[in-house]
């Protein structure tokens, strides 16, 4: 079993829709949790972390931890084309860092 | 002002040659990471070094030795390299053990022929 499971999609929404991204993780022990944006070509760059059970809002994002279910989410509001991506779910436990293989998103004009 | 720098952005060389991967992040970072990328996009890590000090050395074939001169730089290097060694190569740095999240390169295309 992975450490980190994410669909790999493709997920495609409207713009202006919500966009809803699902990781779980395997080991309860976890401790932080990531969501990385990666554009096509592109590194890997931080949009969202959270350590704490419930929902943490930074704009048009917004993070949502379960630790009983062992699983994080990710809310994009509003969903523009520019949204457009690949989501990295990524989990810490120790000082080991695990990586999701990624959401690709599509937003449609 | 980068912030972490990797060169070169590509690198195509054949079977066999020996190659380096040059990182420096300018963050202040304790720790710094090489990751590789698969054409399926799985981010996998290879080492990671705190303070120039070794702390992760995942199962990677010993043709790939990390070197560290200073917490600011981490350097790899590859020996005979071999057609799967092809992928995208990520340097990464974090405050601590990645307790706020890593800070990544602009990644390496490595191809090898």
């Known amino acids: 079993q992975k450490e980190v499971e994410q669909n790999s999609g493709p997920l495609s929404v409207p713009e202006g829709a919500i966009a809803s991204l699902n990781c779980t993780y395997s080991d309860r022990g976890s401790q932080s949790f990531f969501w990385y944006r990666q554009y096509s070509g592109k590194s890997p760059e931080l949009i969202m972390f959270i350590y704490s059970n419930g929902d943490k809002e930074d704009g048009r994002f917004t993070a949502q931890l379960n630790k009983a279910s062992q699983y994080v989410s990710l809310l994009i509001r509003d969903s523009q084309p520019s949204d457009s991506a690949t989501y990295l779910c990524a989990v810490i436990n120790g000082n080991q860092f695990y990586f999701g293989t990624g959401t690709s998103l599509t937003v449609i004009p | 002002d980068t912030a972490v720098s990797q060169t070169p952005k590509y690198l195509v060389t054949q079977m066999g040659n020996d190659k380096s991967i040059k990182c420096e992040q300018n963050?202040?970072?304790?720790?710094m990471y090489w990751y590789k990328q698969d054409s399926k996009k799985f981010l996998k890590i290879m080492f990671s070094y705190n303070n120039k000090e070794l702390i992760i050395n995942e199962t990677v074939p010993n043709r790939f030795s990390p070197k560290s001169p200073d917490k600011a730089h981490l350097n790899l290097h590859i020996n005979s390299l071999e057609l799967g060694d092809s992928a995208v190569y990520f340097c990464a740095s974090s405050p601590r053990t990645g307790q706020l999240g890593y800070t990544f390169g602009s990644g390496t295309r490595l191809t090898v022929v």
């Open positions: 963050l202040g970072h304790d720790t």
